[in-house]
């Protein structure tokens, strides 16, 4: 008992001290030095909302906190514009200014691209997972467990990002959010379409009094479907992404072989 509140105490610090150094690190302070707290304020105020959204998304990784992001960005930019100047040292037509342009651009957006890339690859594994998970929580709502304790088990025995979600959510119900608005958080944090679809149909069978087990086991039969018939158009799509590499690299080695003997000879009779 004393074990499982203090695994209860951990998480919820963890999501309190997570939230404060978010919003810390959003206006520039928190443990950055003064050097990065003023570059940071150079970012307009929506630049900071995207690239906070981006950061949710990417799951808040604790290395690269808001604060550093923020900084990074005009260092990058003056990074990307000494190499746009060099460039044009040595060559200062047209082109290599129209280079140079995009060169400071690109470096201050690098920050935002990795992000995104990083938040793109965490929706999917959320989305790979989720229907595994489901069954784990009816598995447990049927041996006789609440859906919250469900929920716990499952984000304690899981690993991977939508582990962490789920024991974010239920750490913030333990902190007095309602369940409700723990589930929107989650929706927020996470903008996986088939998470939202599920938390949807938690609330609403919460709100009408529908049996949970029979929720969980319809969702992670969707979900289930729905990852096969993905995986199914991704196998279709091979084809067309095969065909420009071997129109570009086997074709004229093919043409090669096949017309070299031919002009060879040709070569040889005149």
Not at 86 to 113: C, E, H, K, Q, W
Request: proline content about 5%; cysteine-free.
């Amino acid at each position: 008992m004393f074990s499982t509140v203090g695994a209860s105490a951990r998480q919820i610090r963890g999501n309190l001290s997570r939230g404060f150094s978010a919003e810390a690190a959003a206006l520039g302070g928190g443990p950055a030095r003064p050097v990065f707290g003023g570059l940071a304020r150079l970012t307009t105020a929506k630049g900071v909302a995207r690239l906070d959204r981006l950061h949710a998304l990417a799951g808040r990784p604790a290395a690269w906190p808001l604060s550093r992001l923020l900084a990074a960005k005009p260092l990058l930019m003056g990074v990307g514009l000494l190499l746009g100047l060099l460039l044009l040292a040595g060559n200062a037509s047209d082109r290599m200014v129209a280079l140079a342009i995009v060169v400071t651009t690109v470096s201050y957006f690098v920050p935002d691209l990795l992000l995104y890339s990083r938040g793109i690859e965490r929706q999917r594994a959320i989305g790979l997972e989720l229907p595994d998970t489901l069954d784990q929580m009816l598995i447990a709502v049927e041996a006789g467990l609440g859906f919250e304790s469900a929920m716990s088990r499952a984000g304690e025995n899981g690993k991977g990002p939508l582990a962490e979600e789920l024991q974010r959510t239920l750490g913030d119900m333990r902190v007095g959010v309602p369940r409700k608005e723990a589930y929107l958080a989650l929706e927020e944090r996470t903008n996986v379409p088939d998470l939202r679809n599920f938390t949807r149909a938690v609330v609403q069978a919460d709100a009408y009094g529908i049996s949970i087990s029979s929720v969980l086991r319809t969702q992670a039969n969707e979900m289930r479907l729905k990852r096969r018939q993905r995986a199914e158009e991704q196998a279709m799509k091979i084809p067309v992404k095969i065909t420009v590499p071997l129109m570009l690299l086997i074709l004229p080695v093919l043409l090669l072989m096949i017309m070299g003997p031919v002009v060879l000879t040709a070569m040889k009779q005149f």
